[in-house]
């Protein structure tokens, strides 16, 4: 199993195998699941005191803030397999 990191903004980066959901912290239901994992000291700010505009939620439960976009997570995310795959062929 390869490790893959994805960076997340300022420096930060995530191991891209652990990530289950990005989603946008617009909704009361994630509002309140962020205020859940900082009551349970699982949640990891790394959006160096910026608007946070996405939370990705890893297999361990940990939220991640993060001042990037979702969708731009998520290309990064996709960005990272498509060498892979060419090299592969």
């Given at each position: 199993?390869?490790?893959?990191?994805?960076?997340?903004?300022?420096?930060?980066?995530?191991?891209?195998?652990?990530?289950?959901?990005?989603?946008?912290?617009?909704?009361?239901?994630?509002?309140?699941?962020?205020?859940?994992?900082?009551?349970?000291?699982m949640l990891i700010d790394a959006?160096?005191?910026r608007r946070t505009r996405a939370?990705?939620?890893?297999?361990?439960?940990?939220?991640?803030?993060?001042?990037?976009?979702?969708?731009?997570?998520?290309?990064?995310?996709?960005?990272?397999?498509?060498?892979?795959?060419?090299?592969?062929?």
């Open positions: 199993m390869d490790i893959k990191l994805i960076n997340i903004g300022f420096g930060n980066i995530v191991s891209a195998n652990r990530i289950v959901a990005i989603v946008s912290p617009d909704s009361a239901p994630i509002k309140r699941s962020i205020t859940e994992a900082r009551d349970r000291a959006t160096y005191g939370v990705i939620v890893t297999d361990s439960g940990h939220m991640v803030l993060s001042a990037i976009q979702p969708e731009t997570v998520a290309n990064r995310l996709f960005a990272k397999d498509a060498p892979e795959d060419q090299t592969q062929e």
